[in-house]
């Protein structure tokens, strides 16, 4: 019995080989496995897990407010210690504190720095960063391929996805130069509050907790937002969204940065209404630097 | 642990490996079948194991009290005990809130007092009905009680068909735990092809109708009759594909370990009346009321004549309607396919087999019957997956209005073509291979490398074209 045992358990392997050599061709081919909504996201976790990369002391987390902004050479040469960027397009607080969850265990930084805006405070969490977050550690680690099966995604869809990708080209640490997608919304005003933002409070704080358990220090920034979009309503909720961050922030023993400087932030440094342009991030990073030194041991 | 996922996979391996290589004693295979279908069980919720454990645990001891015992009265008292238990649990976990909502609405007060706040147990329908039937079987003298309390919470935990079904009787299936399971290779190969073909269903066909039918309900006020005709096409192909998809993996997995569960779908969409194809779609519920409630009923109504029989039927059907969940849209679901019954009882036809053709293409009138059949079956569909009855009859009056013919738009294109190809293939195989326990048991063909060729394009199909987000199997909820 045990021969025919065998010889089926052989047949099914090869059976199942079939299956596996296609999406192994396709791994080769950088047609990368769709693990959640967002392409970006998951073409930074690949390049991050091609890296190899051990433990990370400094390690920039958040939406594109931290992706673009923080520069990563001004980062590595002023604080000589290793760095890496891990955020992604349009990351929620709820998205954030999910993430880090699976982050801390892969890279136990000492330091966790989030960019923000009001626009990281006003959506829903996104669910798919489940299918990532909630993956066992050493598949992320070492064996990516296999989300092509966790997730389900056709051939088809991998394809897809890759073919409209909007193109972003990564630094060696993970962040990048902006060049706004004419696709985002932001040239728009957000809306803020909305009926999210109290959960998103809520996730910050819980975020900032569990930092404050594992001894790795919160540097919280507020990054500006181009003056003429503010009215006088819209004013007072931003400063009483500052004021909400930097108790639940500092409460944590976390340091919070504040950089909404409407005299320093022009509107000619913005690529958007929320984003800075090249000139005005080199600026925001220059000012994080001088702002982290005392903080970054 | 959904079957189509990478966790059952790896666990299925490792359970086949040393369920095979390891333990070939019956003791030690249905130890290690009870264990790891408690593992299975319990990766959704261990509390609810419990309750499972529990429930076997009551139910074998009132099967030993029931065979035992040769007083009528004690017998009959136990029997009622292990009714109350299994349906009681039901009544809790299933229609509780349901019938406090209910009665809130009806004599105007708050019912939120009276609310329980539980979650449903997963598959905790499929397993009651299988310890019903076996204190039942018993009670009738149909089956002599197991000493062997192993064999029992095997059968009633049996991992491939815990959580949704086949409902399998007890006395085939406890037989066959008697003797330790010689591995077959056919009809292991045999499983594997069924799980191909569960897999191919599932992911390409109903996962992607999942998508389209979602669209059509969600604005069915804003779309033209075509559409909503399409949607409630679509809406029955996907309840199919789903359900009998999860089925065709559950046999197929139980082929690999060696046993033989009953078969749940026989080509319903070939049925030449409704009362042909309730005999095909979900055949191990539709059995189990059959015996259980219907014969009972009939024999009971047997002096009304047709009367009778129609009210036995309709019975029937509402408590298999109402089986499905608590809510009014299931009780009309039930109800409707209890009416469809009338004609064939008034006409004497309810048990004749019409005759079906065995070649290639179906005769004029087999299709026409079979396209009837499948129109009535599928305004029932849209009554199944409307949230509330007024819902369902809105679409119902939306979709039979005179621009039905006037073709159809829906707004997520995307998966439109594929979902098409997919039903082609489902139904072509399905055609083709309607006299085979399930489409890929390609004995016909004499070839090795073109049997091999063919299960591959299935599975190519599947790995190109399954849908962006597989969701749920729909019968979990039940």
Redesign the interface.
């Given at each position: 019995m045990k021969r025919s045992v065998k010889k089926f358990i052989l047949q099914t392997g090869l059976l199942l080989a079939g299956i596996v050599i296609p999406f192994w061709v396709l791994f080769k081919l950088d047609y990368l496995p769709v693990i959640t909504s967002s392409s970006m996201f998951d073409t930074k976790m690949m390049i991050a897990q091609k890296k190899q990369m051990g433990q990370i002391d400094l390690l920039a987390v958040g939406s594109s407010m931290t992706f673009y902004q923080l520069n990563s050479q001004l980062m590595v040469n002023t604080f000589h210690r290793s760095y890496y960027n891990l955020a992604s397009w349009g990351l929620q607080m709820g998205d954030i504190k999910l993430l880090l969850g699976a982050f801390i265990p892969q890279y136990r930084p000492h330091y966790v720095i989030i960019c923000s805006s009001v626009g990281d405070f006003s959506r829903s969490p996104n669910a798919s960063y489940h299918n990532f977050a909630d993956a066992p550690l050493f598949m992320r680690r070492h064996m990516p391929e296999l989300f092509y099966f966790k997730n389900f995604s056709s051939i088809r869809h991998i394809i897809r996805t890759k073919k409209d990708a909007y193109p972003i080209v990564f630094d060696a640490w993970g962040g990048a130069q902006i060049k706004v997608d004419p696709r985002n919304d932001l040239h728009i005003k957000l809306p803020f509050p909305t009926v999210y933002t109290p959960a998103a409070y809520r996730s910050l704080d819980s975020l900032a907790g569990m930092l404050a358990l594992n001894n790795i220090k919160l540097i919280f920034i507020e990054t500006p937002i181009r003056q003429s979009e503010i009215d006088a309503a819209t004013k007072q909720h931003y400063q009483q969204h500052f004021a909400r961050c930097s108790d639940i922030v500092t409460r944590h023993s976390g340091t919070y940065l504040n950089y909404y400087n409407p005299s320093v932030f022009t509107d000619s440094l913005f690529a958007d209404n929320y984003h800075l342009n090249h000139k005005g991030a080199t600026i925001f990073s220059a000012m994080v630097v001088r702002g982290l030194k005392g903080i970054v041991r | 642990m959904l079957f189509?996922?990478?966790t059952f996979?790896a666990f299925f391996t490792v359970f086949?490996?040393c369920y095979?290589?390891i333990f070939?004693t019956v003791r030690a295979q249905n130890l290690f079948l009870l264990i790891s279908s408690c593992i299975f069980y319990g990766w959704f919720s261990w509390p609810f194991l419990l309750l499972l454990l529990g429930s076997s645990a009551f139910n074998y001891w009132l099967g030993i009290g029931i065979g035992h015992t040769k007083d009528e009265k004690r017998r009959r008292l136990l029997l009622w005990i292990g009714l109350f238990q299994g349906i009681g649990c039901l009544f809790i976990f299933k229609y509780y809130n349901f019938f406090a909502q209910s009665a809130g609405a009806t004599f105007h007060f708050r019912p939120d007092a009276f609310l329980l706040h539980v979650i449903l147990p997963l598959g905790i329908s499929f397993y009651t009905f299988r310890t019903l039937s076996y204190i039942l079987d018993i009670y009738n003298e149909k089956l002599a009680p197991t000493n062997n309390w192993v064999s029992f919470f095997t059968y009633v935990s049996f991992f491939p068909c815990l959580i949704s079904g086949p409902i399998d009787k007890p006395g085939a299936f406890l037989l066959q735990l008697k003797n330790a399971r010689?591995?077959n290779?056919e009809q292991?190969?045999d499983g594997?092809h069924q799980i191909i073909w569960g897999l191919f269903k599932k992911?390409v066909v109903a996962d992607n109708c999942a998508l389209l039918t979602q669209n059509v309900f969600d604005h069915y006020k804003t779309m033209p009759a075509g559409s909503l005709l399409f949607g409630a096409f679509l809406a029955i192909i996907q309840l199919y594909a789903d359900f009998s998809g999860y089925s065709d993996m559950a046999i197929g997995l139980s082929k690999m370990i060696g046993l033989e569960v009953t078969r749940n779908f026989n080509y319903p969409f070939f049925a030449q009346n409704i009362a042909d194809y309730w005999r095909r779609w979900h055949i191990s519920l539709t059995a189990w009321f059959t015996e259980y409630v219907f014969m009972p009923l009939a024999g009971r109504f047997r002096n009304y004549g047709k009367g009778g029989l129609i009210g036995a039927i309709i019975i029937d059907f509402a408590i298999i309607g109402i089986w499905h969940g608590a809510n009014f849209t299931f009780l009309l679901f039930g109800l409707l396919n209890g009416c469809y019954y009338i004609p064939l009882i008034l006409r004497g036809k309810l048990n004749k087999k019409p005759p079906t053709s065995k070649g290639l293409l179906p005769g004029f009138r087999e299709l026409v019957n079979m396209a009837g059949t499948f129109l009535l079956v599928m305004l029932t569909v849209v009554v199944f997956r409307a949230d509330s009855v007024t819902q369902a009859l809105d679409y119902l009056r939306r979709l039979l209005s005179p621009t039905i013919l006037s073709g159809f738009w829906i707004s997520e294109h995307a998966n439109i073509y594929?979902t098409l190809a997919g039903i082609f293939v489902l139904f072509a195989f399905e055609w083709v291979q309607r006299d085979k326990a399930h489409p890929l048991q390609l004995d016909r063909i004499s070839g090795a490398p073109l049997r091999a060729a063919i299960?591959?394009s299935i599975?190519?199909f599947t790995?190109?074209?399954?849908?962006?987000a597989?969701n749920e199997f729909i019968y979990f909820k039940f």
């Open positions: - | 189509t996922s990478l996979l086949f490996i095979w290589l070939t010689r591995f290779g292991a190969a594997l992911l594929i299960y591959y599975i190519l790995l190109l074209c399954c849908a962006s597989t």
